[in-house]
């Protein structure tokens, strides 16, 4: 499922969610898009931008992200465009930068950004100085497999 962030009516970033790693998660996103949130920054968690969202799910692909800090030390994790939900809160979060937060609670991975990672890194920026820019969340349909 990929899903369109769209920034003054503008699309600015696409993200991919993994249906396959989170099924439950997924299935109400998908039920509960298009909705509108409002852009915060993490200002004690790192690069960080952080949405509320109209669902509410139980953790599933669970991580800790602060273990992410050896395999991004190593190369072997690619930081910036990790996309995850935290359930207690109801918040997606986007990780704009490589700056890895320091968070002790569990999130779960959700997808990644897999377009216009660069333009969120610039609007992760603006919102550390000025919070609640206005977002569009929405799906992003895609064509029908065609029989063979």
């Known amino acids: 499922m990929k899903i369109n962030l769209n920034l003054a009516g503008e699309g600015v970033a696409v993200i991919e969610i993994w249906e396959d790693r989170v099924p439950l998660i997924a299935a109400k996103l998908r039920e509960a898009l298009p909705f509108p949130t409002y852009l915060q920054h993490g200002k004690l968690t790192g690069d960080l931008l952080l949405m509320q969202t109209k669902i509410l799910a139980d953790w599933e692909n669970i991580f800790y992200p ?56 610039l609007i992760g920026l603006r919102t550390w100085l000025e919070p609640g820019a206005r977002v569009v969340l929405s799906l992003i349909e895609e064509p029908a497999a065609s029989a063979a």
């Open 66 to 121: 602060e273990d992410l800090a050896d395999d991004a030390a190593a190369g072997t994790a690619e930081v910036r465009g990790s996309v995850s939900y935290y359930g207690p809160r109801q918040q997606l979060s986007i990780m704009y930068g490589d700056d890895i937060p320091p968070e002790p609670l569990p999130v779960s991975g959700i997808g990644r950004v897999i377009e216009g990672a660069d333009r969120l890194e």
